[in-house]
């Protein structure tokens, strides 16, 4: 008979119990769910709710499931509705009467809510660190390629010089925002819910402040019905992991496209590729698609909580069990994906002379070469025009502006001197750009001091 039972005289239909039931997924929030129910206990033995000696026995009791559930020796019963019967359950197959007087004052509509923002909270910690090491490859690799030139796109065109180091120090920056976000998060997701019981708070002398002090957290949540209906957290939560898959998703997809022959900009280590069971030639770059393919599983996951949600009166209503699977999944696949990148990422090779080939080609000096005449007196339209007929003449005569003779420029106009050739110099185009945030190796190493100096202020934050 189910613990809520009293008011039934049938027990609960076989496929109803198994649809009711989420121990299956939550079993994972055993440790948070004993967490909790330590501190109430403590909580209620303290303001006299229930005896010193009942809120130790419990304590202890509580202990000794967490150690057995640890060393395998309690196994989760798949029959159990969720974590929390289960653990309750077992408490009073060991303790009796004793362990029947844990659930005063609480209601699993404020536990689950508590136990959830605890197994999150935890979560967002491993995630931070995982990215933080990734931001750190990242510094790394950048460091090593700070004057590697490559050509910059937009629209998938050559456009502009630009260097390896400032490209991976864009993705450092989007990872840093990333990191933010999660203590941003951490933030609103570490508030009390436990004593809101059902939905209206209790009768009993509670000490909020108390559990929430035990359980290390900012503040009691201030509206029962707030505490138990509120998911924000996870729409939260699922929200930054989505925006952080997409980043690496971008990622993924350059990464893809710098493995194929059209470009050979870089190397993955045969530990981070695949091979075809037909193309004895192929090396699949599998690692970065897959983090492609999953992006759209944790967007999904995200899109579930908020829709899950958008219909629900207040408090507690059951959709809202289906919270756990939508966040544990985006949280389980950031932290593979993560995982996985970061050594692929550490052990890729740099094909540093494909880069400095792929930029000679495109006209990526353009506008170096209308800058040339602008810092000469030229108007800038009247430069691009001139600089645009040049590019004309080079496709036709199937050359390259650092390629066309003196007299050629001349032609096009008199501002043209020999120094022409060092300004459009692919070399002198980067070590130029060096307006804050630029491309240049100095600003590169700039850009790298002051990410490793906020990802620092981040996690000590
Ligand atoms: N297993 C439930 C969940 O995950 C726990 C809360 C159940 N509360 C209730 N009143 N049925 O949401």
Not at 64 to 83: C, T
Not at 170 to 177: H, W
Not at 223 to 247: Q, T, W
Not at 419 to 448: M, W
């Amino acid at each position: 008979m189910a613990m809520w039972a009293g008011r039934f005289s049938k027990e609960v239909d076989e496929g109803v119990n198994a649809f009711n039931s989420s121990i299956s997924f939550d079993a994972r929030m055993y440790r948070q769910d004993i967490a909790g129910s330590i501190a109430h206990a403590t909580m209620l033995g303290e303001q006299g709710i229930i005896s010193m000696s009942d809120s130790l026995e419990i304590i202890g009791g509580l202990k000794e499931i967490l150690a057995d559930i640890d060393s395998g020796k309690l196994v989760f019963d798949p029959n159990a509705e969720d974590i929390h019967m289960f653990i309750e359950a077992e408490l009073t197959k060991r303790l009796g009467d004793v362990g029947k007087r844990l659930h005063t004052s609480r209601s699993r509509n404020d536990q689950v809510a508590l136990d959830i923002r605890l197994y999150l909270r935890d979560k967002i910690k491993e995630i931070k660190q995982l990215l933080s090491t990734l931001i750190e490859i990242l510094c790394k690799l950048a460091e090593e390629n700070a004057d590697t030139i490559m050509p910059g796109y937009t629209h998938l065109q050559r456009a502009q010089p630009i260097t390896f180091g400032h490209h991976l120090m864009a993705y450092a920056q989007m990872l840093l925002r990333d990191i933010d976000r999660l203590c941003d998060t951490e933030k609103r997701m570490n508030v009390n819910p436990l004593g809101s019981c059902a939905l209206a708070g209790t009768t009993y002398n509670i000490d909020r402040f108390r559990t929430t002090s035990l359980l290390n957290m900012k503040e009691p949540m201030e509206n029962s019905l707030d505490g138990v209906s509120d998911r924000d957290f996870c729409m939260e939560l699922a929200n930054a992991l989505s925006i952080c898959m997409v980043h690496l998703s971008r990622f993924s997809e350059e990464i893809i496209l710098w493995c194929s022959w059209e470009f050979k900009f870089i190397e993955l280590d045969d530990a981070f590729s695949t091979g075809s069971s037909i193309m004895p030639q192929k090396k699949n770059p599998d690692v970065t698609e897959l983090i492609r393919g999953k992006t759209a599983r944790v967007i999904g996951d995200n899109m579930t909580l908020l829709t899950m949600m958008k219909g629900l009166p207040l408090a507690y209503n059951k959709d809202m069990q289906e919270d756990k699977e939508a966040i544990f999944d985006a949280v389980d696949n950031i932290k593979l994906c993560i995982s996985t990148f970061t050594p692929m990422l550490a052990t890729m090779t740099v094909l540093r002379d494909n880069m400095r080939k792929a930029a000679a080609k495109g006209f990526i000096n353009a506008t170096d070469c209308a800058d040339y005449l602008v810092k000469k007196g030229m108007p800038f339209r009247t430069a691009y025009k001139i600089t645009g007929g040049l590019v004309a003449l080079c496709i036709s005569k199937n050359t390259t502006l650092e390629e066309l003779p003196l007299d050629e420029y001349k032609k096009a106009s008199e501002l043209f001197d020999n120094d022409v050739y060092e300004a459009i110099n692919l070399e002198t185009c980067v070590k130029e750009r060096k307006s804050f945030g630029g491309p240049s190796p100095e600003s590169v190493l700039t850009q790298i001091n002051s990410v490793k100096k906020k990802l620092e202020e981040l996690n000590n934050g």
